[in-house]
């Protein structure tokens, strides 16, 4: 059934406590690197999110058993999984399907999946985790539609240099190093704080890693890991998420369980846009704050500027008095949520693919507007938390893709704010 957001906007302020879930691109390479033993993992602070549920659900389908141990907890034993069992319609709508390829070498000795599917914000193609693979010694061969994989004869550690910067094929090439007899080193390797959970879950697991959260990742992998107990890092994304939700509505907030180090660059770009808060071990404050700067933000790999977070900010450079400048290199789709801010009233010049020219202070207007991915339908939110009027926002899936009872942790800080079914 199609459900749509109805918010209805006001100058109320958000306040209260917010508490941030595990995050979602840390539980699906973790809960792929599952399939690097054949013992038993214990898994918590899951976020109750529908790619992860989706993801799960794959695996359980190539023969994983899940046990649910409380809401956020699973213990998962991979020991009967099936390669030949992958479900194609679960693999084709999740990009983070991608993470099964390096796990399931370590098992099989060919096997078959489909392209993998995901957000819809740019050219997303696998190619620097097929040429690392391919340094590896596994071949592969395209057929439409589908890539078939087979795992090398003989396993061992590889020099790997990664053509980009990219989060899931660092994690993939961690994965592929751990499980082989042998050390390996990953060079432009992605150093995310989500890649950094992996490399402690991995750790856990018996694999000896050196260089976790830098750009070159040893390993000394082991052909049987052992099973072992991890608790998912917080969302950082999420975290920024209500951090700008505070702001925008010139509200006060506790935002608790979450490694502030992990939002750094995004924290000290707020406190030149003028946003007042504080910081403290495992929380952040937000104060209420007075007037907003223009400033340029440009979307970087970690430690610069999340690109997850940057379509959010853009509502809040939307209320900051001058010009603004976005800039995200990394995605070419990624403007995607500025014609529908337009269409609630912001005034936006987009001047290329990767750039575009914020103008405030602004109002908006409630509007009908739809959610074209996570990130986008996060921001349209904020962009009518803060409208005059009720907007209805389509496409609430996409939302619940990475935010888990975002409506609900949004009406305890006083939001207007429901779903409808149409």
């Not at 023969?63 to 030949?84: C, F, M, Q, R, Y």
């Not at 004869?153 to 660092?170: I, Q, Y």
């Not at 502030?260 to 000290?268: K, V, Y």
């Amino acid at each position: 059934m199609k459900r749509a957001y109805i918010i209805k906007g006001s100058k109320k302020p958000l306040k209260g406590e917010v508490e941030i879930q595990g995050h979602k691109n840390a539980a699906g390479p973790i809960l792929a690197a599952t399939i690097l033993t054949k013992e038993p993992c214990i898994i918590d602070n899951i976020p109750r999110i529908s790619d992860i549920l989706n993801f799960i659900e794959m695996i359980e389908q190539i023969g994983a058993e899940v046990k649910w141990l409380n809401p956020h907890k699973i213990k998962i034993s991979t020991k009967d999984i099936d390669a030949k069992k992958i479900p194609v319609d679960l693999f084709r709508r999740m990009r983070m399907s991608v993470l099964l390829i390096a796990p399931l070498l370590s098992r099989f000795k060919t096997f078959k999946v489909p392209h993998p599917g995901g957000d819809k914000i740019g050219l997303r193609p696998i190619s620097s985790h097929l040429d690392a693979l391919k340094e590896f010694g596994v071949q592969i061969k395209e057929q439409p539609g589908y890539y078939i994989f087979k795992a090398p004869t003989k396993k061992s550690g590889k020099r790997v240099v990664l053509r980009e910067f990219s989060v899931t094929a660092t994690e993939n090439m961690m994965m592929l190093a751990s499980g082989i007899q042998g050390k390996s080193r990953i060079e432009t390797a992605a150093c995310e704080p989500h890649v950094q959970d992996l490399g402690r879950f991995l750790q856990k697991m018996g694999a000896k890693i050196k260089g976790i959260g830098t750009h070159t990742v040893k390993i000394e992998g082991k052909e049987n890991l052992a099973g072992a107990k991890h608790s998912i890092c917080p969302d950082f994304t999420e975290a920024g998420t209500f951090f700008l939700a505070f702001a925008l509505t010139g509200g006060e907030g506790r935002i608790k369980n979450i490694d502030p180090s992990a939002l750094t660059f995004f924290l000290e770009k707020m406190k030149d846009i003028g946003v007042n808060f504080e910081v403290k071990k495992n929380e952040i404050i937000v104060k209420k704050s007075k007037d907003f700067k223009a400033v340029k933000i440009q979307s970087l790999p970690f430690p610069g500027f999340p690109t997850d977070l940057q379509p959010q900010a853009t509502v809040l450079l939307t209320q900051a008095k001058g010009k603004s400048l976005i800039h995200d290199p990394l995605y070419e789709n990624r403007f995607s949520h500025l014609q529908e801010l337009r269409a609630m009233g912001a005034d936006i010049e987009i001047t290329d693919p990767h750039r575009a020219l914020i103008f405030g202070k602004t109002k908006f207007i409630a509007n009908h507007i739809t959610a074209t991915d996570i990130r986008a339908g996060a921001t349209l939110i904020l962009a009518a938390l803060i409208a005059k009027g009720t907007s209805k926002i389509h496409n609430v899936h996409q939302i619940e893709r990475g935010y888990e009872r975002f409506d609900e942790k949004l009406k305890k800080l006083g939001a207007d704010i429901k779903i409808k079914n149409l």
